[in-house]
Structure formats: structure tokens, C-alpha cells
């Protein structure tokens, strides 16, 4: 069978034509591929196609607005307005920014210097810390194109008033006066000390392994761990801005780390007169239950992310440390289960935003921690 000519219109006089013919047989006019049909045309046209679809792919994703950031005179605006605000406080920033080149985080850390947050600075990788002379502290840190920024206000302090409970009974009492005590229970406490330089931190260190605090430790710069002959269990950290932590917990506290704080209180609250009674006794305006399990979770992310980079340093050979990481992946989600659950409860004011700035302040250490954890992809 005789294969058929396909045809085509000229586009000077209207004539069918061959399709294939270079020019029309009754004009004489070239026969031009529509423009439309052009390599160059279809190129542009995917190109286009390509930036709308990034365009679109790029309102999608989350934006912030500099001029909403409450602490934005105390920092350099970033690059980049794409990214995530996780607390926005007078006292507080933590956020994320992405789409940033490594280029522009150390350009971003420069500035942050020239604004006076060179104080106790430490950079290590793509992580940098210091305090401006306010006592403002500053993290940042950059991983794969994004950028977190936390900004914390110096802590309110005032004369310290050393606990006199059989816990605290069983530390040395700091030298310096100036501190605040954030919990104390029977079961734990906690307490930051200031007007505490490096030095004074490490005799400290010193005086609490003299008190019998000196089984199972681990002694960094920074920090110590370490429990006493009864289980109780003692963690020392220089914050910076000369300011030290003490965290110490009872033996069975340190067991029942994942205890359910939040369905006590959904007991509690169906009573009245325990409600009215705890509204009379509030801690900073929070319910001590409450400011307890939020201290309890923070002690035990710090202990988590020093065991996961002890871990991250071990060959993995250690049959107990093994035995040990189990056992913190276990509290681990048990305690994010606990703290998020006390989000569906009616947090007060003063609760809602000490919640957000333990968040942040976890988050923070975790990032840190997942930072430590060696590369595991070949």
C-alpha cells in the first residue's frame, strides 16, 4: 500500500501543502515550523513552567514576618524570610530560617558579633554561643540550608535563700548570695546560682564530690554528674553568663522518671477545693505540679543528651551502656508523651509560656545532641 504524504497549510497563501516541503509550489514562500513547535520556544516554556511551579511550591511553605519578632532590635534580620517561629516572647526567640547558604550563616554570625554577642563566645563547627554585656545568650546553629536562632533574656535573680530540706541538706551551700530556686520537693530541686564565674564552678564541682558525690561521675568544663552512695543522683552545669544549674534528684525520682504528672492533675482539677487550694499556693503563678513536671522533663532531656553523646563517642561494645540506651529511648517517649499531654490541659498564662520556653529550650538541646551523633550514611 502506498504510504500517504502528510499534509499542511501554508502559512502565506493558505495552499495545502506537503508537509515535509521547504517551500509552498504555488506561492514560492518558505514553509516555517510553527512557532509554537520551536526547540527554543519549548525550552522557554518549560523554564516558565518550572518557575511557576516553584513560585507556587514556594508560597506554600511557611513564612515569618521580621517586624512580628518582639526581640528583632537585639538581633540582625536574617537572609531569608522563609521558616518557623517556635517562641516569640519578651524574654524568649526561638525559630528556624531555612534557604540559607553556609556563606550566609557565617555572615549571619558575623553580624551577630559586631552587635556585641562576643561575650564567653564558643564556636565549634557550625555552631556558635555567646552572651552580649546585657546577658543576653545567643545560640546558633546551622544544619543543611537551615539556620536556629535562640535568643534567651538574662534570668531574673535575687538573694538566694539556700533551701533547708533533707535534700538540699546533703550539697554544700554556694558561695555566692544570688540565685533563684526554681523547684524544691521532696523528691528534687532545682536551683541556678549566680555571680558564679568558671572558677567558682569548678570548686563547687569540687565541694560536691568531697560530700559524697563522686559514684558513676563524669566531669566535663561544663559539667558534672554523679550520684552518692544512696542512689541520689546530682547534675552540676555551667549555663554561662556566670550562672550555674544544680539538679538533684532522689534515688526513687531518678527511677520513676516517667511518671504521668498530667493525669494527676486532671484528678485534681475535679475538685474544687483542691483547685481553690492550689490556686492559693501557685509557683510564679504556675500550679507546682505543673512547674515540677516541666523541670522534671528538662533535667531528664539534659541527662538524655549527655548519655546519647557519651554514647555517640563509645565504640558500642559496652554491653551496659547498650542496656542503658534502651532504657532512655523508653523514658524518652514516655517523657515526650507526658509533656505534650499537658498541652491539652487549661494552661494559665504563666503556664502556657513556661511551657514554650521549656520547649524551646529542649529543642534546642536535642538539636545539639542529633548534632554530636556521628554520620552514620556512607
Keep these: 500500500m502506498e504510504k500517504k504524504t502528510k499534509m499542511s497549510v501554508c ?29 527554543w520556544v519549548i525550552l522557554l516554556a ?55 547558604s553556609q556563606n550566609d550563616y557565617e555572615a549571619y554570625v ?19 554561643d555567646a552572651f552580649d554585656d546585657e546577658g543576653y545568650g545567643l545560640s546558633l546553629s546551622y544544619i543543611g540550608e537551615s539556620m536556629s536562632i535562640s ?13 533547708k530540706s533533707d535534700l538540699t541538706g546533703l550539697l554544700p551551700v554556694p558561695r555566692s548570695t544570688v540565685g533563684k530556686v526554681e523547684t524544691d520537693t521532696a523528691d528534687s530541686c532545682v536551683i541556678y546560682v549566680g555571680d558564679t564565674p568558671l572558677e567558682d564552678y569548678s570548686a563547687y564541682v569540687d565541694e560536691c564530690a568531697d560530700s559524697g558525690f563522686a559514684l558513676d561521675h563524669d566531669r566535663g568544663d561544663k559539667y558534672y554528674h554523679a550520684d552518692d552512695e544512696n542512689g541520689n543522683h546530682l547534675s552540676l552545669t555551667y549555663e554561662g553568663n556566670k550562672i550555674m544549674r544544680i539538679d538533684l534528684a532522689k534515688a526513687d525520682e531518678t527511677e520513676a522518671t516517667g511518671e504521668s504528672k498530667p493525669a494527676v492533675q486532671a484528678e485534681q482539677g475535679s475538685d474544687p477545693a483542691k483547685t481553690e487550694d492550689q490556686d492559693d499556693a501557685l509557683v510564679d503563678g ?18 538524655y543528651c549527655y548519655f546519647m553523646n557519651k554514647y555517640a563517642e563509645s565504640d558500642g561494645t ?14 524518652y517517649t514516655e517523657m515526650m508523651q507526658d509533656f505534650e499531654a499537658w498541652e491539652d490541659n487549661d494552661l494559665n498564662t504563666a503556664e502556657a509560656a513556661y511551657y514554650a520556653e521549656v520547649q524551646s529550650r529542649v529543642s534546642q538541646k536535642l538539636i545539639e545532641a542529633a548534632q554530636a551523633m556521628p554520620d552514620t550514611e556512607s
Aim: aromatic fraction near 8%.
Design 46 to 100: 518549560v523554564i516558565a513552567l518550572i518557575g511557576v511551579i516553584s513560585n507556587i511550591a514556594g508560597n506554600r511553605e511557611e513564612r515569618f514576618d521580621w517586624n512580628e519578632i518582639v526581640l528583632r532590635d537585639r538581633l540582625p534580620q536574617p537572609k531569608s524570610n522563609v521558616g518557623s517561629v517556635i517562641s516569640n516572647e519578651s524574654d524568649n526567640l526561638y525559630m528556624h530560617v531555612e534557604h540559607l
Design 286 to 303: 504556675m500550679r507546682p505540679e505543673f512547674k515540677e513536671a516541666m523541670d522534671s522533663y528538662e533535667a531528664f532531656i539534659n541527662e
Design 110 to 128: 558575623a553580624e551577630c558579633q559586631s552587635m556585641g554577642y562576643t561575650v564567653e563566645s564558643e564556636k565549634d563547627g557550625n555552631r556558635y
Design 11 to 39: 502559512s502565506n497563501c493558505n495552499a495545502e501543502i506537503p508537509k515535509n516541503a521547504k517551500v509552498c509550489p504555488s506561492c514560492g514562500a518558505k514553509n516555517k515550523k510553527p512557532l509554537y513547535k520551536k526547540w
Design 151 to 163: 535568643l534567651e533574656a538574662p534570668m531574673e535573680m535575687g538573694t538566694l535563700n539556700w533551701p
Design 318 to 331: 559496652d554491653l551496659s551502656m547498650l542496656s542503658d540506651y534502651t532504657d532512655y529511648l523508653d523514658k
